[in-house]
């Protein structure tokens, strides 16, 4: 099925570092999402993007939706240890399903 | 809780057989969503539901799949003559409005076809 491309698909980085991965797509979509997903769980919600342009924050979290409105970027700031899991972008178009990137794992050393 | 739940956590089953798997919603969200995840990829869209009636299945892979939410809460995802390729996290979500933009999701049901 389709997905996005998301990059990068990992990353390793040292506690306090600043973290930045990014979501493209070849057709636009209206909303984008940035999930969470712990080992043996669900995605967790993290920001909903509305508008194109839009720049959304959630604590050390910071999200932009792109002008193009054919990506979307997530930035981390200052990771700690719980930061750790597999972050997923989704883009909707028109209600309804949502189209997901690969994810990018991230792993922070203490 | 309040949030999305998902029944059995966990179910192994052999090749061919039939398989149910629920999901109940958070309560007063009128769409519900199934998708399926495989291993080190992203949630795949299957079908979504507006109240009782599916307004979109586009994403079921072929007739052996199907959904059902007759009373326009709980869902059930049913699949017929189950194969090894069938093995996947299968999530649930729900979303307040029709289509609504953010879906919250349940914790999966692993299922592995032996």
């Known amino acids: 099925g389709q997905q996005l491309n998301q990059s990068p698909q990992s990353m390793f980085i040292q506690e306090g570092e600043d973290v930045s991965m990014n979501c493209t797509s070849s057709?636009?979509?209206?909303?984008w999402l940035w999930y969470k997903q712990d080992p043996g769980e669900g995605p967790v919600l993290l920001i909903a993007?509305?508008?194109?342009?839009e720049l959304t924050s959630n604590g050390r979290l910071t999200a932009q939706f792109g002008t193009t409105r054919k990506d979307s970027f997530l930035n981390i700031s200052a990771s700690i240890p719980s930061d750790v899991g597999i972050y997923f972008c989704?883009?909707?178009?028109?209600?309804?399903?949502?189209?997901f990137g690969q994810g990018t794992e991230l792993s922070v050393k203490p | 809780g309040a949030g999305v739940s998902q029944t059995p956590s966990n179910k192994v089953t052999e090749k061919g057989k039939y398989v149910e798997l629920r999901c109940d919603p958070i309560?007063?969200?009128?769409?519900l969503y199934w998708y399926r995840q495989s291993l080190g990829q992203g949630p795949e869209f299957l079908i979504y539901?507006?109240?009782?009636?599916?307004?979109?299945d586009s994403g079921l892979p072929n007739d052996r799949f199907f959904a059902v939410r007759p009373e326009g809460s709980v869902s059930t995802l049913k699949i017929q003559r189950t194969e090894r390729g069938d093995s996947a996290v299968y999530l649930c979500?729900?979303?307040?409005?029709?289509?609504?933009?953010?879906?919250?999701f349940g914790p999966g049901t692993r299922l592995t076809v032996t």
């Open positions: 979500a729900s979303s307040l409005t029709p289509g609504g933009d953010e879906q919250y």
């Open positions: 309560s007063g969200h009128t769409a």
């Open positions: 539901f507006q109240g009782t009636g599916a307004a979109d």
């Open positions: 989704a883009g909707q178009y028109q209600g309804g399903k949502l189209i």
């Open positions: 057709s636009i979509f209206n909303t």
């Open positions: 993007l509305y508008k194109a342009g």
